[in-house]
């Protein structure tokens, strides 16, 4: 892949992989595949380059799902190629505040530690 194809490539998975996650999740709840209608729609929505669909199309499609649009795509990327160029500019996810609520019994387990010794008399 040359630099300037594997520059626009990333510059496109960054828009799509800060935007396309919480669309989707927004419009159809939080599922591990989506229909290519909903990626699109999506797509449009966050006002993506509709050339770099494919990257979304990796992401939320099964790899069959993805071949049987990959001739009809405009800018045409392996299935791993967009897969991984999205992959690799998702934002990391925060854990969430109720990982450990407070009073959770469970912190020194967590924390991997251990009951303390009872006091000397």
Do not use: C
């Amino acid at each position: 892949m040359g630099w300037i194809r594997r520059f626009r490539l990333n510059r496109a998975a960054r828009h799509y992989a800060a935007e396309l996650p919480a669309r989707l999740r927004r419009g159809w709840g939080s599922a591990e595949f989506y229909t290519p209608e909903q990626i699109r729609t999506a797509a449009r929505e966050a006002r993506l380059d509709m050339r770099f669909i494919a990257l979304g199309y990796a992401a939320y499609l099964s790899k069959p799902e993805f071949s049987s649009l990959w001739l009809h795509l405009p800018r045409v990327f392996t299935y791993e190629e967009a897969r991984t160029a999205f992959r690799r500019h998702v934002p990391p996810q925060l854990p969430s505040a109720g990982a450990n609520p407070p009073g959770d019994t469970n912190l020194i387990i967590a924390a991997g530690g251990t009951d303390p010794a009872p006091p000397p008399n």
